[in-house]
């Protein structure tokens, strides 16, 4: 089963760093660009970042570009996202998912269950 | 930015009755546009993809159509599991942008 994790959410104040990580199972991973989409509470769906499957090419929404930075480890199955200067707008649950196609595509076929990332001070 | 305008905001229908969702892109996408739906406390879900291709195990009642900038999303007759908030989103073009979304609530 193709299955995605998210972890690392939590209580951050404004200004601190946090770090999230996106466990994938179920298949080839490195064949696949992986996203991060954040909902906000009440709110719409916001993508925010997207990595290729090598990972030498990376996409960044403006409202986090410089502050926030995806990677991969092909050798783990895992993404990670590297949140820096957050702010209250940043509150949101935060989403992996996975592109529908191998190679390149922006349609998320698979996502996790989200992470909450809230903060506040 | 490709913005995405979804309509109606909230449609009120009964079990049965046929859905019909709107989505206008400010420019073309092509048919680069995908369909999700959301239930409370769950992840989104993909229904469509490329405007009208249902995903894995989505059941023929959802179909899509549309090309350009015009998109509708239609669910032929409603069960009680269809109610939930719908998200179309465009891969035409960087950045990725979704839709407001469409709740679809029990009348």
């Known amino acids: 089963e193709v299955q995605l994790l998210e972890s690392g959410g939590g209580l951050v104040q404004p200004g601190g760093s946090l770090s999230l990580s996106c466990a994938a199972s179920?298949?080839?991973?490195?064949?696949?660009?992986i996203h991060w989409v954040r909902q906000a509470p009440g709110k719409g769906l916001q993508w925010v970042s997207t990595?290729?499957?090598?990972?030498?090419?990376?996409y960044y929404a403006d409202s986090v570009k410089g502050r926030f930075t995806i990677s991969r480890d092909n050798s783990k199955n895992t993404l990670y996202v590297q949140m820096n200067s957050l702010s209250a707008e940043d509150t949101a649950v935060y989403y992996c998912?996975?592109?529908?196609?191998?190679?390149?595509?922006?349609?998320?076929?698979?996502w996790g269950q989200g992470t909450m990332v809230t903060v506040s001070s | 930015e490709i913005v995405l305008t979804q309509s109606p905001a909230t449609l009120s229908l009964s079990p049965g009755e046929r859905a019909t969702l709107s989505c206008r892109a400010s420019?073309?996408?092509?048919?680069?546009l995908a369909w999700y739906q959301q239930r409370p406390g769950q992840a989104p879900r993909l229904l469509i993809y490329?405007?009208?291709n249902r995903a894995t195990g989505i059941p023929a009642r959802f179909s899509g159509s549309g090309s350009g900038t015009d998109f509708t999303l239609t669910i032929s007759s409603l069960e009680p599991e269809d109610f939930a908030v719908y998200y179309c989103?465009?891969?035409?073009?960087?950045?990725?942008?979704f839709g407001g979304g469409t709740k679809v609530e029990i009348k």
């Open positions: 989103q465009q891969s035409s073009d960087w950045p990725l942008t």
């Open positions: 179920g298949f080839t991973f490195s064949n696949y660009g």
């Open positions: 990595i290729s499957g090598s990972g030498d090419n990376t």
């Open positions: 998912a996975k592109g529908y196609s191998s190679g390149w595509s922006g349609t998320f076929d698979i």
């Open positions: 490329d405007a009208s």
């Open positions: 420019q073309s996408v092509n048919s680069y």
